[in-house]
């Protein structure tokens, strides 16, 4: 009963910290803000985690999670391998364009775990994405699944920061995909 009590008060803040880090991004989120967001107390935030660092890959952790999950069912609600990737290219470029703090959050995350010699947290997210690539680029006529989803990947945190600053029309994204498709194509 109090592990499932403590596991509960975790969940409460980790769900506070990915609220404040979406809504006001990573220097706003400290043990007060989060403490705020939830029904603890600021106390309780450091009871339950050792630093703010933890709480924060937790709930960037999380963050990411639910979006592979979104992505997932994307290319699920597709039988085409080619509109599979598509589709979860589209979801995630559309995310970010819905969401333009989780962009800048997401790579002020980047930043802050590489200054702090911690991007393992970023590594197991960005294993999480590569992953569903794989799985989908396993199922197209490229010669090598792998590194064509690592490419992918590369190809679409460059769109995201791109559709940031200038974007480009979904048929645009979509010749850029089939231009990267063709070149690893068997």
Known sequence: M??????GKREQIIDAAKQVLARDGLAACTAR????????????VHYYFDDIHEL?????RDHVTAMVTVLRQAADAESDPGQKLWAVVDAYLRTFAEQPN????WFEYWIDTGRRKSADAVGA?????HTLLSDITAQLPVEDPTATARMLMSWLLGTVVQQ???PHKPTA?????NSILRSATA
């Open 102 to 105: 989780a962009a800048f959050l």
């Open 173 to 177: 994204i979509r010749q850029e995909l």
């Open 125 to 129: 997210t960005l294993d999480d994405m």
């Open 2 to 7: 109090i592990e499932a009590n403590r596991r």
């Open 56 to 60: 924060v890959d937790l709930a960037m």
């Open 164 to 166: 940031q600053v200038q």
């Open 33 to 44: 803000s989060v403490a705020e967001a939830s029904p603890l107390t600021k106390s309780a």
